[in-house]
């Protein structure tokens, strides 16, 4: 079984999702860099506040500034145990960073995902998202709509749009990964523990090419 996996993809290939269902699986910790990202922008710290302008524009952090958020975020965990990274690293000189930072700890990743999806299907999963303000359930306007208008079916509260999930915030934001994050494709490829995966399809699919790979 590989259990020190790093789960990348561009945005809205369904890292979120599957890096859940992976975690409860394997009873590992799932570790993202989007919801610890956006629990510094909650509390409105002071690079809560610069990570909240840059992802507004659909930008990346820069490296430095995640070197030092992530050792932080990391040393609350015990990563010989096993992890699943998501959304970290997203660059090659990231992913050596983290490489040469796992070491120091006494481990490093056995296993890298790379969820694969077309353009066209991920501004549609992104652009059609609503998230409840108070379960967090997803929805989609396109695949999964709520029975209510703006209304979640599991709990009535209110649904909202995410101000990076905007269509031309959207594709801002596959031009970034195109430039940044794809070149990790490369990077990791030649190792045998690079596994590319086709991300479209059901929820369900999905998760059974992915549970192929590291059970």
């Known amino acids: 079984m590989r259990n020190h996996i790093l789960l990348f993809g561009p945005p809205g290939s369904g890292k979120d999702t599957q890096g859940k269902i992976l ?68 660059t090659v000189s990231q992913a050596q960073f983290l490489s040469g930072y796992l070491e120091s700890r006494g481990t490093n990743y056995d296993c890298v995902l790379y969820l694969n999806i077309e353009d066209s299907e991920i ?50 934001r596959l031009d970034v990964y195109y430039h940044d994050t794809a070149p990790l494709v490369e990077y990791f490829r030649s190792n045998n523990y690079f596994f590319e995966i086709d991300g479209s399809g059901t929820e369900s699919h999905v998760t059974g090419r992915l549970l192929g790979v590291v059970l």
Do not use: H, W
């Open 23 to 90: 975690s409860k699986v394997l009873n590992i910790p799932l570790i993202s860099s989007g919801e610890a990202l956006r629990e510094e922008i909650a509390t409105q710290t002071k690079i809560g506040l610069k990570f909240e302008q840059l992802i507004k524009n659909g930008l990346l952090v820069p490296d430095e500034v995640m070197y030092e958020f992530f050792k932080t975020v990391l040393a609350k965990y015990n990563l010989k145990e096993g992890f699943i990274f998501n959304g970290f690293p997203r």
């Open 123 to 172: 501004i549609k999963r992104i652009s059609g998202r609503l998230i409840c303000k108070n379960c967090d359930a997803v929805y989609n306007i396109y695949f999964n709509p709520p029975k209510n208008d703006m209304e979640c079916d599991i709990c009535g509260g209110e649904l909202y749009k995410r101000a990076d999930d905007k269509e031309t915030i959207v594709k801002r």
